[in-house]
Antibody, heavy 119, light 107 residues
Framework: QVQLHQSGPGLVKPSQTLSLTCAISGDSVSSKSATWSWIRQSPSRGLEWLGRTYYNSKWHSDYAASVKSRITINPDTSKNQFSLQLNSATPEDTAVYYC?????????WGQGTLVTVSS | DIQMTQSPSSVSASVGDRVSITCRASQGISTWLAWFQQKPGEAPKLLIYAASTLQSGVPSRFSGSGSGTDFTLTISSLQPGDLATYYCQQAYSFPRTFGQGTKVEIK
C-alpha cells in the first residue's frame, strides 16, 4: 500500500520560496508505473494541479502554465521522496498543498499542508 | 485548458435517497474522468476512475457513467457517511483540471 507523507513550513513570507517535501512509502519515486504530482486547493482557485515528475528512461517534469516560471518539482532518489519549490511566493499562493501519486489517476494523496504566505 | 463544470453546486437529500451529480467537460475526453470524495479536513479520495470503474474498497452504492463530454456520479442510497464534497477531474490532457465541486448534505 503506497502512502505519502508531507512535510514543510506552514508560513512563508512574501517573495520567499515555498518548499514542501513528500516522502513515499510502499513504492519508489523512480517507479516506471507512477508519476508524482503536487496539487493545491484554495477557496478562490479550487483544486489546481501544479505539476509532476516521473521517471521513464530519464527524469521528466511537467508544470501548469500558471506557475511554470516559478515552480520546480524534483525527485530525491536517496530519500525516496519528491519536493515542491515555488519561488517568489505571494498571498495568492496561500492554499492547502497536497502531493499525490498514480500513473493516470491521483491516488494516493498526502495528508495536506496549509501554507500561508504572509509577513 | 479543459474546463470541468459540475452541477449542482450543492444538494441536500435524505438518507436512502438517490443522488446524482453531473460533470461536463469543455471538450471531449473519452472516458478519461475521475471522481473524488473529500470529507471536511481530509484529502480527496479517489472513488471512480475511467468514468465508471470503482476504486477498490469503495462501496457499490457509488457508480459512474458517461463518455465524451457528459458524466454522472450516482449514489444509489445516500448514507450519513457520504456527507462530503465531490469533484470530477479530467485525465485526458495537461494541465489536469478539476470541477468546482458539489457539496452533498444530509437532510
Amino acid at each position: 500500500q503506497v502512502q505519502l507523507h508531507q512535510s514543510g513550513p506552514g508560513l512563508v513570507k512574501p517573495s520567499q520560496t515555498l518548499s514542501l517535501t513528500c516522502a513515499i512509502s510502499g513504492d519508489s519515486v523512480s517507479s516506471k508505473s507512477a508519476t508524482w504530482s503536487w496539487i493545491r486547493q484554495s477557496p478562490s482557485r479550487g483544486l489546481e494541479w501544479l505539476g509532476r515528475t516521473y521517471y521513464n528512461s530519464k527524469w521528466h517534469s511537467d508544470y501548469a502554465a500558471s506557475v511554470k516560471s516559478r515552480i520546480t518539482i524534483n525527485p530525491d532518489t536517496s530519500k525516496n521522496q519528491f519536493s515542491l519549490q515555488l519561488n517568489s511566493a505571494t498571498p495568492e499562493d496561500t492554499a492547502v498543498y497536497y502531493c499525490a501519486g498514480g500513473l493516470f489517476w491521483f491516488d494516493p494523496w498526502g495528508q495536506g499542508t496549509l501554507v500561508t504566505v504572509s509577513s | 485548458d479543459i474546463q470541468m463544470t459540475q452541477s449542482p453546486s450543492s444538494v441536500s437529500a435524505s438518507v436512502g435517497d438517490r443522488v446524482s451529480i453531473t460533470c461536463r467537460a469543455s471538450q471531449g475526453i473519452s472516458t478519461w474522468l475521475a471522481w473524488f470524495q473529500q470529507k471536511p479536513g481530509e484529502a480527496p479520495k479517489l472513488l471512480i476512475y475511467a468514468a465508471s470503474t470503482l476504486q477498490s474498497g469503495v462501496p457499490s452504492r457509488f457508480s459512474g457513467s458517461g463518455s465524451g463530454t457528459d458524466f454522472t456520479l450516482t449514489i444509489s442510497s445516500l448514507q450519513p457517511g457520504d456527507l462530503a464534497t465531490y469533484y470530477c477531474q479530467q485525465a485526458y490532457s495537461f494541465p489536469r483540471t478539476f470541477g468546482q465541486g458539489t457539496k452533498v448534505e444530509i437532510k
